[in-house]
């Protein structure tokens, strides 16, 4: 009797090894092209950029002197850098709130039930179609000296035209604008579907207990919105770090630095100055950067957020 | 009240819209200019003659870059969907060991910004000798979390039984994957599509670094050139790039806007 | 027609807690066989298991007399039908039906006129074409019925596959099922919590509570001698009454009531462990009593609740103030709430189980419906 349960046994431990290891070799098989690709485009990278940072470096990026922590003592002591990151610290501080309430506030309109209004989320949505080279150009020429249609506006009334985009308290300011303006189409399409998703019966329940619109905004929208516009926080910050194009196009990190964000300060050390090195110190602290706001985002970010 | 709630919203509607498409009416507008025009201070052109857009052309090999903009965009979203489709199959209907681990591995690439490996892509780039490439704009971008994790959102949604009734019928899973994932799954599939194409058509920095020359240079760095090209003086020509690169993307996205939202939405929250 | 065997069989999901506990069973070929009980119960695990969805914790599974505790699903020459249905949405209800003939090699042309000798069988011709979404419940339950037995599997597993319906269709349903059953003869292992299909459909019922079996047999055996008090309560509605009874060796009689006591046998009263035992009677054995007889199992009750339900009418009242019992007679009496009435017991008509063990000691000495059910089967 004992030995047939233990055969038993045996036979059931053999059977669900030989599964596991079939379900081992076919789950590798379907994600062996995201593993190798990720391995070589972004892990390796990554350790490389790392590598990078504690090196100079010759033009062609090879590591040649080690020298530990000096490309990070450097940018960290180096005016330009510390240039770079209060631009880019304003320049979140410009773009985020800004864009997420703007979006928000074009996603309740929208997402008022009337006629026609079908036109209008296309209108609001479409700079997420439109490109980044696209967008700068067009803004490059709204900010005009001469011929823009801002500066042609403001002396039409009788003030005097703005160096928009040659004057470094302006020129920032102008980035950002056609910062929020880019990214208004995706936060909007993910706000407005947000607010879809919210049951009906809530509004008609409050309806029926006769909360006004602002309360009902107050109590219900926002509430249970919180996990949309938490994503939408999120998604804007880390584009925000991320920003290139229009600096590239509109100012190229000028004037006078005003506008040399984190990126486009990454991209001048390595592919203008060739030095990989501090580029890559940059890069790094780019990273860490992302991670904490990341990180701390989902630790008191998600507290106050209402799931349903 | 009755009447008055609708007017202020459309009112608000109409005055926001004006405002946000503002630049895009500008720029098609600006297009249809000539310089004298333009430096007359003009708002509305006078004809609407097709002259800038012929410039455009003629000043750049325009035609080519869009046709590259549009294969790369294209191989792009394809090999997304794959790679995506293959990944996020393993992370829902495979039970391996340690599946929980490798899905927050492949979660946590999103914090990775793309701009902390682009030295070292670029001197891999180099050394595979991809520059001016259609490999080096495409097969970097094929694997993305982000694409992972929406369709692995949905595939979450498909009832076990209809895998168990494909189990019991004695389906591979292979054929499972073909016959039932996918279809079911059609509208995220369709969102991480036009999401795909949407980004790389509108990538800049990338392509900046490895294209040097016309080969496989994108239309937007064609814009760029087009940009500091024509700086002095016709403006119209450059606006007339702008109309040029970012029709395909609208139409795309007018066609597909409800769909993006939706897709985006649930990927985004569940 | 295969048969199923279960020897022995546990379940466990996180290995300390047993869902499904010992359990043998031969299920015969060709047999309709309803697993019953109430949810969380282990039923669905149990299919689950013979389906090969789930694996066995020990014991081992027979399939046609041979072992198939580690054959894949597809393996075991089964089809099933889900609760929801699981057909595929996105292909039209031609390609569902077809859907378990993909995987075997058959010419299009057979696979259609198969689809349709099924599809003419449960009167889905006119719908064919049409995606899942566009029908009706009903509808929907017989595209499942056909994915299932276009595969001509010898067994056929169900798990609550009417569940989902509304009153009137479910019980439509139940008679096609069966008939298709008959007509298929295939061996059919059908799950429901409801123990009305149970009753209904089964060649044989198995009552499972907590994972563990309580009674397998014939449906109206089980609904007449009730092997534990669990199995009086969930089968048959409404319930059978209880009530505990107090056990007197030296008169051999059970009091279950001021003045009520029941006379049995001598024999049965020294089986008991206790001197406790649990009596039941179902509720279309309490009679009404005109005048005070010689048995003394006659009671005095309020009447709390009446429905008169056409051919029955049920009455609702206090036993011993506490515990709720129910009466069931045929036709429709004019009874009215708060009415004060005499009852009494028939005697022969009662369930005594043991106080501890909960075993039957003994079964009702006349089962009324003896001569009538021989009739009908």
């Known amino acids: 009797m004992k030995s047939t349960a233990e055969l038993q046994e045996k036979s059931v431990t053999k059977i669900d090894t030989k599964w596991r290891f079939i379900y081992w070799r076919s789950a590798i098989l379907y994600l062996l092209p995201s593993i190798i690709l990720f391995s070589v485009f972004l892990f390796y990278p990554l350790g490389k950029t790392l590598y990078l940072s504690f090196f100079l470096t010759d033009q062609q990026g090879n590591a040649n002197v080690f020298v530990g922590l000096e490309n990070y003592q450097y940018i960290l002591q180096a005016e330009s850098f510390h240039k770079s990151i209060k631009a880019t610290i304003l320049f979140v501080l410009y773009t985020v709130p800004t864009g997420v309430i703007i979006s928000l506030f074009l996603a309740l309109l929208a997402n008022e039930k009337i006629k026609g209004v079908g036109i209008f989320r296309t209108i609001y949505s479409s700079t997420m179609g439109i490109s980044v080279a696209a967008s700068a150009v067009v803004w490059l020429f709204i900010f005009h000296p001469s011929m823009g249609i801002l500066n042609q506006l403001i002396t039409s009334i009788g003030g005097t035209s703005i160096d928009w985009l040659l004057h470094p308290n302006w020129a920032l300011v102008s980035v950002s604008v056609t910062t929020i303006w880019m990214n208004i189409g995706f936060s909007f399409l993910i706000i407005l579907g947000g607010l879809q998703n919210i049951d009906d019966h809530l509004y008609e329940s409050a309806r029926i207990s006769g909360a006004s619109y602002f309360y009902q905004l107050r109590r219900i929208t926002i509430p249970m919105l919180s996990p949309t516009l938490f994503f939408v926080i999120t998604v804007s910050l880390i584009n925000a770090f991320q920003t290139f194009g229009q600096v590239d196009i509109l100012t190229q990190g000028g004037p006078s630095e005003s506008t040399n964000l984190i990126v486009y300060s990454i991209y001048r050390e390595a592919f203008v100055n060739y030095q990989f090195g501090t580029a890559s110190a940059q890069s790094i602290f780019l990273f860490i950067c992302i991670l904490i706001v990341t990180i701390l985002q989902f630790k008191f970010g998600e507290r106050k957020v209402h799931y349903q | 009240m009755k009447i008055l709630r609708p007017t202020i919203t459309y009112l608000l509607l109409i005055m926001t819209a004006v405002i946000v498409f503002f630049p895009v009416v500008y720029a098609f507008l600006i297009s249809f200019m000539s310089g004298a025009e333009l430096l007359q201070g003009k708002f509305i052109p006078e004809s609407f003659h097709l002259e800038n857009y012929q410039k455009a052309f003629e000043r750049l090999p325009l035609a080519h870059y869009l046709w590259n903009s549009f294969f790369v965009s294209t191989v792009v979203m394809l090999g997304q969907l794959i790679v995506s489709a293959l990944a996020a199959y393993a992370f829902v209907f495979i039970p391996f060991k340690g599946r929980n681990i490798v899905f927050f591995i492949f979660i946590s690439t999103m914090m990775i910004p793309w701009e902390a490996t682009m030295i070292p892509n670029f001197l891999t780039i180099q050394q595979l000798d991809w520059i001016n490439n259609y490999q080096s704009l495409t097969i970097p971008f094929f694997a993305i979390a982000f694409g992972t994790f929406l369709l692995r959102q949905h595939f979450l949604t498909i009832p076990k039984e209809l895998k168990e009734a494909s189990d019991i019928a004695g389906l591979r899973s292979f054929k499972f994957f073909w016959k039932v994932v996918i279809p079911y799954c059609r509208t995220s599939f369709v969102t991480l599509g036009a999401y795909g194409f949407l980004t790389t058509w509108n990538m800049y920095l990338w392509p900046l670094l490895v294209t040097n020359n016309d080969q496989v240079r994108t239309v937007q760095i064609g814009l760029k050139q087009l940009q500091t090209q024509e700086m002095a003086s016709e403006w119209g020509v450059v606006m007339a790039g702008v109309i040029i690169v970012i029709i395909p993307t609208l139409i795309l996205l007018f066609l597909g806007q409800k769909q993006l939202q939706k897709g985006l939405a649930q990927g985004a929250l569940k | ?377």
Request: glycine share 6%; hydrophobic share 35%.
């Open chain 3, 1 to 377: 027609m295969y048969s199923v065997e279960l020897k022995q069989v546990d379940k466990s999901y996180d290995k300390e807690q047993l869902v499904v506990k010992n359990v043998s069973v031969i299920i015969e070929p060709g047999e309709f066989f309803v697993l019953v009980g109430p949810s969380g119960c282990g039923k669905s695990t149990l299919l689950r298991m013979i389906a090969g969805l789930e694996d066995i914790t020990s014991g081992s599974l027979l399939i046609d007399g041979k072992t198939a505790d580690h054959l894949p699903p597809s393996k075991r020459e089964l089809s099933m039908v889900f609760q929801n249905y699981a057909l595929y949405p996105h292909m039209t209800v031609e390609d569902n039906i077809t859907f378990g003939l993909d995987v075997k090699k058959m010419r299009k042309k057979e696979k259609k006129e198969k689809c349709y000798e099924i599809a003419t069988m449960l009167g889905l011709t006119d719908y064919l074409k049409r995606k899942p979404r566009h029908l009706s419940g009903g509808q929907r339950q017989r595209v499942a019925l056909a994915r299932a037995i276009i595969t001509n599997s010898p067994i056929c597993l169900m798990d609550e596959p009417l569940s989902n319906l509304d009153a009137k269709l479910r019980a439509h349903m139940r008679s096609e099922i069966r008939e298709l059953q008959r007509k298929l003869g295939i061996t059919l292992i059908y799950v429901t919590h409801d123990q009305v299909e149970a009753m209904t459909m089964g060649d044989r019922i198995m009552v499972l509570n907590e994972g563990v079996i309580q009674q397998v047999g014939k449906p109206i055996d089980v609904y007449n001698t009730p092997a534990n008090p669990f199995v009086a309560k969930f089968i048959g509605s409404p319930p059978m009454n209880l009530t505990t009874g107090l056990v007197d060796k030296s008169s051999s009689k059970i009091t279950i009531r001021d003045g009520i006591s029941i006379p049995v046998d001598r024999l049965i009263v020294n089986d008991g462990n206790s001197d406790q035992v649990l009596v039941g009677i179902r509720p279309e054995n309490i009679k009404f009593q005109e005048e005070s007889s010689n048995l003394d199992l006659t009671f005095e009750v309020t009447i709390d609740h009446v429905e008169i339900l056409g051919t029955e009418t049920l009455l609702k009242f206090k036993w011993n103030d506490k515990s709720v019992w129910y009466a069931k007679w045929y036709g429709q009496w004019d009874i009215r709430v708060g009415q004060t009435m005499r009852l009494t017991l028939d005697p022969d008509s009662l369930c005594i189980y043991d106080g501890k063990t909960e075993k039957l000691l003994q079964g009702p000495q006349n089962i009324q419906h003896q001569n009538v059910r021989e009739g009908i089967i």
